[in-house]
């Protein structure tokens, strides 16, 4: 379905929406660039690339770029071979360029060849994954923290150790307060306000909250290190003074070159498999190119580098965010991207007072709307082949020590899997009559017969009784392998003949180079090919008659 509006026509939805999308990004960019060994300001501008540029371009409505923890080990490890920073930042345009190719030469088909079960997988996957990583800033937990990169990666169940004994009643209350606010709002009853998106109420409660608990008990309060944290700049210079620019001779050295390469490849494969999750979220059900994806993330990762941003990739993380806080076009992407370049220049000192938990709670009713229990419960009667590799890719996306992409090619092995068995299981119809002067088998090929059923037909072809006839039958076959085509040839020429077994073949293109017997033409019914082929022998037209009606 063609979006047949601008961008500007649901103005207020998507400047709402924006800003909540733009409340959880924050942290996460500061986040990914100190758990990657970057300046902390290096996540902030990838995040404004992402969404002011790449949300631009993109033809995407409701994905949101940005710095993504699926590369956090890749960079940590360019930055750390590479010896700076700064020579690291050539690796980023080149990764950007790389990108810019693999879109040109359409390679954004890439991401058709997932099964919906896999997709559905990853996002449950990462609706888990969400709800456990939040859970140290929803109680107010601070020891042992690695970041807020987490909430994209897998659970890591070291972070949740010792939560119990370190909780902060404070963050509790306002986790549960804003939880609580954001399901009351999603009900009927509140339907005409809903314009008004939750989170944004849920960031305004939390708070609002934490000052009451400042001039009320005390004990409840949350001091800094529970808020949002961000440098506040001293001048207009001391801003601008936070970029870095790459070293353009890292260009020379051939480890840029192969980081770059590594980038583009697992960014690509992140973003395309993203834009497939996010797509299947949108409520009018919108197709987004792959290619044209592939494209404005080029743009995006060699401004990146050019300006001292991280890496930039489609996150579902916050597209699926932008999508439950109501957005309707790319607009609210593009704020996102404004109101991130706006807040560290101008206003960190507000964005200070907001509350982790409130934001968590945000997160956690997120995931939760991706991996809630009707979506596993509706995969499960839809069928075992659909189930096993869903619940499988869940699971295994949201284990730390496997992860998005791991998970996702884990779920692909179970579907492959499935899809061969299936495969193998259905190469013929097989009918067999039996009368006291006659026994004939009816063999009639599927549409497709790849090199899988090679056994099957084998195995079937050496249990037809000797003495006995077989119809082979290729009519409905529009594709045939070639071992399974030796099988056959081999079964008439010199099995059947040892076996005194009579094969009639039927169907079969010129092409394949089979010995039909008789005269037959494709208008014909299928008894009448039947009769045709046998009138050389004349006795069994009535069984093959019964056969037919069989």
């Known amino acids: 379905m063609k979006n047949n509006f601008s961008i500007f026509s649901n103005f207020k939805n ?13 942290p996460l960019c500061l986040g990914i660039a100190q758990a990657s060994g970057a300046p902390l300001f290096s996540g902030i501008v990838a995040g404004i690339v992402g969404g002011v540029v790449i949300g631009s371009i993109s033809s995407s409505s409701f994905s949101v770029s940005g710095p993504a923890a699926g590369l956090v080990a890749i960079v940590i490890g360019a930055i750390s071979e590479l010896g700076t920073f700064e020579v690291f930042l050539c690796a980023v345009i080149l990764a950007g360029i790389f990108q810019l190719l693999l879109g040109f030469v359409k390679a954004g088909t890439f991401a058709n060849f997932f099964p919906s079960s896999v997709i559905e997988g990853m996002l449950a996957g990462i609706g888990l994954t969400i709800i456990f990583k939040q859970l140290p800033d929803a109680v107010g937990f601070t020891g042992g923290r690695t970041g807020l990169l987490d909430a994209e990666r897998g659970i890591n169940f070291n972070l949740l150790a010792g939560i119990g004994n370190n909780i902060h009643w404070g963050a509790v209350t306002i986790t549960l307060s804003c939880i609580a606010l954001l399901i009351v709002w999603n009900t009927k009853f509140f339907k005409k ?58 260009f020379k050295n051939p480890l840029v070159w192969q980081y770059g390469l590594i980038i583009a490849v697992v960014a690509s494969i992140e973003t395309l498999l993203c834009i497939e999750a ?12 792959g290619n044209k994806e592939l494209i404005a993330q080029g743009v995006g990762n060699t401004l990146s580098g050019l300006i001292g941003g991280l890496p930039i990739t489609s996150v579902i993380v916050r597209s699926s965010a932008n999508i439950n806080a109501g957005a309707r076009s790319k607009l609210s992407t593009i704020v996102h991207g404004i109101l991130l370049l706006i807040c560290v220049a101008g206003i960190p000192v507000i964005l200070n007072m907001i509350p982790k938990a409130a934001l968590a709670s945000i997160l956690i009713f997120t995931g939760f709307r991706l991996a809630k ?11 075992r082949t659909e189930f096993i590799p869903f619940v499988v890719t869940a699971i295994a996306v949201a284990l730390p020590f496997l992860g998005l992409l791991k998970g996702v090619g884990l779920g692909m092995l179970i579907s492959i899997f499935y899809l061969l068995r299936s495969n193998m299981r259905i190469p013929y119809y097989y009918r067999r009559i039996q009368s006291k002067h006659e026994d004939v088998t009816k063999l009639e090929l599927a549409q497709e017969v790849s090199f899988l059923n ?70 014909m019914t299928e008894l009448d090919q039947m009769e045709n082929v046998t009138r050389k022998s004349g006795k069994h037209t009535k069984l093959l008659r019964e056969l037919n009606n069989a």
């Open 14 to 26: 998507d400047i709402l929406s924006g800003a909540i999308v733009f409340l959880i990004a924050l």
């Open 193 to 250: 306000l809903q314009k008004i998106p939750a989170g944004l109420l849920a960031v305004l409660l939390g708070t609002l909250l934490n000052f009451w608990f400042l001039h009320s008990t005390g004990t409840l309060h949350l001091e800094k290190q529970y808020l949002v944290q961000l440098e506040v700049p001293s001048s207009f210079n001391a801003f601008f003074s936070q970029f870095s620019w790459p070293e353009f001779s890292g």
């Open 278 to 289: 996010t797509d299947k979220m949108d409520p009018q059900k919108r197709n987004t190119s």
């Open 373 to 383: 229990p009707a979506i596993f419960i509706h995969m499960y009667h839809v069928g």
């Open 454 to 523: 090679k056994g099957s037909i084998k195995q079937t072809l050496a249990q037809i009784p000797s003495h006995s006839s077989i119809i082979i039958d290729a009519s409905k076959s529009e594709y045939i392998d070639y071992d399974v085509l030796e099988v056959i040839r081999e079964f008439y020429k010199v099995h059947a003949p040892d076996r005194n077994i009579e094969v009639s073949l039927t169907g079969f293109r010129n092409d394949y180079r089979i010995p039909q017997i008789g005269n037959v033409h494709f208008k």
